[in-house]
Structure formats: structure tokens, C-alpha cells
């Protein structure tokens, strides 16, 4: 089997996967009971916490622990819309994000919200200047993605974080989901207020993640109840997820810094000098991309036929967002790039993990030129 699929999710880790079942028979108790067991679950989880904030270099009392990427940009964007609206109702985002920004900024669009979407380049990207210039008085937050799950862009969030600090009173949000362990991204006096990370997209489990806030960031909850998770995010804590996403954390950090050979961008490059030589295929990546994201179209071809052909020899690739990638019209961000309809609805992505080969890449790129082929016969 050949999964190049990392961007929808990754296959977890072994030592993820104990970790989460060690925790969940011997630390069953309930991290706010006032007794003995549930005590030694609250050391545990705050171990965590201070744990994955030591990783990404961040104060402890910033960590946030939910269930992953959904959760964490739907409770940045609204907890900031709903604690700050009676200073002002207008986010800023682009035209190229992911489901689960746009979306959330749609929905706050009918309870009376204005959201600025940026236009972005053929490239997929928005510039510090550009965001500058669609402040407001009544600006509250600016949240994109660091790096475009489909296509691999990475927005110059560190340019756009710095411009921001001189609008103290404009929060920004990123969502690192894609980033994680593959884009480095530095928090701590970057001018970014809240960020978004995923487990299952770093070989961790589904239905864990992170959010970091800022200590000046207010966010209104979600959630009310019990007050876990600094009154962010109530309900009992998922005690066995925090560990092991932190346990997966701490192995993709240390793949990022032992790669020396980075075989990400061997691999990046490999196939993307392979696709140039294909006349049948149209590269949508930027060449300053990230390397684990190689997004390409074939015109005239679903995107679903080449799909089922690869997966019959087991090779696994995506369309888009795996949010949205049973809806197999156009992709929105292609269409944001300036693509025509016969390219936003023909694309394919591949995307890599620190596990891929070049033997995979070698096999995937033979196997994509039969498929091409055999449907290219059947037109005749």
C-alpha cells in the first residue's frame, strides 16, 4: 500500500496508540474529583500541558486541549466574535481557507457579522500590506491558514502577525493544522493570539488537538459548564487524548529537527519534476509551497476516475479537503486562485509524511500515467 493521503489524516504512531490505551485503563478517574485517583489524573494531565507547551515553546497556562482542528478555529473565531462584538463585528480572512474558517465566518455572517475574504494570488497567498489596508475601526480578528490544505501555500503569517501588533485591539488567529511538524511556525512574540493544531494530521488520534491562546486573548466559550480548560472549554477533560497527542507532538517535533536530508523536499521535488514532464498535467502548487503538498489537475479527467484507477493498486490519494472532498464540484481555493472550471474541478492532491519513499513516489508517478492513458484509449 502506498498512502499518500497525510493532509485528510495520518496512520498513528504505535507508541501514540498505547500511550492512549495505558491512560485510559490506568488513569480512568476523573481529573476534578477531590480524591487520591482523580488527583493523580490532574498531575497527569497537567504534565501534559506543561509538556506540549514546552514543545512549542509557550507559556503553560496557553495550552488549551480539544478535540482537534474543527473545534479549535470554531472556538477561536467565534469565542472572539461573541466576547468582543460590542467593540466591533468585522473579521478579516481570504478567499482560499479551509471549511471549517469558512464556514464559521459564513455563519457569522447571519448573526450580523461583516467578513472581509481577501482576494488571493494565482499563488494562493495574501501579503502583510493587503491585510493592513482592510483594517478597520471596528476590526476584531484576522484568522487564515498558515498553510493551505490543498494546495500548500504558506501565507506569510509572521509578516502579518508583526504588522498587527500595532493593532493592539485586532486579535489574530492561525490555523497551523497543516504545519505542524513540517513548517516551522515560532508563537512566542510573533503577534499571533490564538493557534490551531491537530492530532491526527501529526500521526496522533482523531479527536485530540490543540489551541493556544495568548494571555491577552478573551475568548467568549463554546462550551459552559464545568469550567475545565481555563473556562474555555467546559467538560470533563479527554485525559488520555491530551497525553497522547502530546506524546505524538513530542515524536513529530523530533522528525522535524532530525531531518537533515529533508525528505519531504526530495520527495516534493521528485514528483514535481515528473508532473512537469506530463503534458496532461497542470501543477496548481506554488514552487514556494510546503514540501509535503503537491496539488496538480488533469483537465478533462474526474478527479474521482484517476481516485478509484490508483486505489485498485492500492495507491491512496485526495481531491481536496477531506472536509469536502465528496462534494466533487469545483474546489473554492482553486477558483480563489484564478484557475479555470476545467482545472478547479479536476484536481488532485498528494501529500506526504516523514514515512513516504522515494520508491513510493517512483511507483505512484508510473501508475498515475497508466491511469491517465487508459482513460485517454477509452475517449478514442
Known amino acids: 500500500m502506498i498512502y499518500f493521503d497525510n493532509s485528510a489524516t495520518t496512520k498513528p504512531h504505535s507508541e501514540v496508540v498505547d500511550s492512549f490505551t495505558k491512560v485510559s485503563a490506568n488513569y480512568f478517574a ?45 472556538t477561536a473565531i467565534k469565542g472572539v466574535a461573541l466576547e468582543h462584538q460590542s467593540r466591533g463585528k468585522h473579521i478579516i480572512t481570504t478567499g482560499a481557507e479551509h471549511p471549517s474558517i469558512h464556514d464559521t465566518c459564513g455563519s457569522l455572517e447571519k448573526l450580523g457579522f461583516e467578513i472581509t475574504y481577501l482576494p488571493v494570488t494565482e499563488n494562493g497567498t495574501v501579503s502583510a500590506a493587503d491585510v493592513e489596508k482592510a483594517i478597520r475601526k471596528d476590526t476584531i480578528l484576522v484568522t487564515m491558514m498558515q498553510v493551505n490544505n490543498e494546495i500548500g501555500s504558506i501565507q506569510p503569517v509572521e509578516e502579518i502577525g508583526t504588522v498587527l501588533k500595532k493593532y493592539p485591539k485586532v486579535l489574530f488567529h492561525v490555523d497551523a493544522v497543516q504545519g505542524l511538524g513540517k513548517v516551522p511556525l515560532k508563537l512566542t512574540g510573533s503577534g499571533i493570539d490564538i493557534c490551531t493544531f491537530s492530532g ?25 459548564g464545568g469550567s475545565q480548560e481555563s473556562g474555555i472549554r467546559s467538560g470533563t477533560e479527554n485525559v488520555a487524548g491530551a497525553v497522547s497527542f502530546v506524546k505524538a507532538l513530542r515524536l513529530i517535533k ?16 521528485k ?34 476516475v484517476i481516485i478509484h484507477s490508483l486505489s485498485q493498486k492500492e495507491i491512496y490519494i485526495s481531491t481536496k479537503s477531506a472536509c469536502s472532498s465528496r462534494d466533487l464540484t469545483e474546489s473554492h481555493v482553486l477558483v480563489a486562485c484564478g484557475k479555470p472550471n476545467e482545472v478547479a474541478s479536476s484536481g488532485l492532491r498528494v501529500s506526504f509524511s516523514y514515512e513516504n519513499t522515494e520508491a513510493e513516489a ?11 492513458q487508459q482513460f485517454k484509449e477509452v475517449l478514442r
Open 271 to 304: 514528483l514535481i519534476n515528473e508532473l512537469h514532464q506530463m503534458e496532461d498535467v497542470e501543477i496548481n502548487s506554488p514552487e514556494d509551497g510546503a514540501n509535503h503538498i503537491v496539488h496538480f489537475s488533469v483537465p478533462g479527467i474526474k478527479p474521482e
Open 362 to 372: 517512483a511507483i505512484f508517478v508510473e501508475e498515475l500515467k497508466k491511469a491517465i
Open 254 to 269: 523530533e522528525k522535524e529537527s532530525s531531518q537533515k536530508d529533508n525528505v519531504l523536499k526530495r520527495l516534493h521535488d
Open 200 to 224: 491526527h494530521k501529526i500521526h496522533g488520534l482523531k479527536g485530540t488537538g490543540l489551541l493556544y491562546v495568548n494571555h491577552t486573548a478573551k475568548l467568549y466559550p463554546l462550551l459552559h
Open 30 to 74: 476523573n481529573p476534578s474529583s477531590i480524591h487520591p485517583l482523580g488527583g493523580q489524573v490532574e498531575k497527569l494531565l497537567e504534565a501534559a500541558r506543561q509538556q506540549a507547551a514546552d514543545l512549542i515553546d509557550v507559556p503553560r497556562e496557553t495550552i488549551i486541549f480539544t478535540s482537534g482542528g474543527t473545534e479549535g478555529n470554531n
